[in-house]
């Protein structure tokens, strides 16, 4: 019953599906490329973990980096009723994340909401993008659905940093960018030895080579 065909398309639409598209790196600086993207990697990582909700692949979701298209395009290509889109501006430790959901097939926002907040509140911002959508879907969370979107692999603003730099030069796939994403997740790993996710980036990227 959650299904319905797109006129004229065939298509069939979840109701509760959702992409996130790439968040658009508003830094001047070309090297902040790897926090946009791997803010956008995160948002997918947290609602993923939702039974409910069916989430698109950060490869497809990547695709759609730089568009001009529309958000009904989108949607209709992609078969997502919901989309989540975004930019991130980042000087230093100061930080602006703003984000919108939008409804795909009427093509209207949802919310829109900038957040402000230091590299500290990263995580903070994280959950409360999540949330949100959460709430917009007017989904109900089960207790150990709450507690996963609020889990926190570190609490060290630094270790995160090195670790989306992992995972950006990680998701390139060359023999270099392969050996800087180790010596990343090595540095994100000396300032958090429990930083479990940088662990799974350093076996990722050992596997790869």
């Known amino acids: 019953p959650e299904l319905h065909s797109l006129a004229g398309k065939g298509r069939k639409i979840l109701q509760k599906s959702v992409m996130v598209l790439p968040f658009v790196n508003m830094t001047a600086e070309a090297e902040q490329e790897y926090f946009s993207d791997g803010l956008t990697e995160e948002l997918i990582l947290n609602l993923s973990r939702i039974n409910d909700i069916r989430v698109i692949s950060r490869t497809t979701s990547m695709q759609y980096k730089g568009t001009t298209k529309d958000v009904k395009t989108i949607g209709n290509e992609t078969g997502v009723s919901y989309l989540v889109e975004g930019s991130v501006r980042k000087f230093k430790y100061d930080l602006r994340i703003t984000a919108q959901f939008i409804d795909a097939n009427k093509d209207t926002h949802l919310w829109a909401e900038t957040y402000r907040g230091s590299m500290e509140d990263v995580f903070d911002i994280q959950e ?32 995160y940093q090195l670790y989306l730099k992992g995972r950006y030069e990680w998701n390139k796939h060359t023999q270099d960018d392969l050996q800087r994403a180790i010596g990343y997740f090595n540095e994100a790993l000396k300032k958090d030895p429990n930083y479990a996710l940088a662990y799974a980036g350093l076996a990722e990227a050992h596997v790869s080579l």
């Open 128 to 159: 409360k993008v999540s949330g949100k959508i959460v709430d917009a879907l007017r989904m109900q969370l089960s207790h150990k659905e709450k507690q996963t979107l609020q889990k926190r692999f570190t609490e060290d603003g630094e270790a």
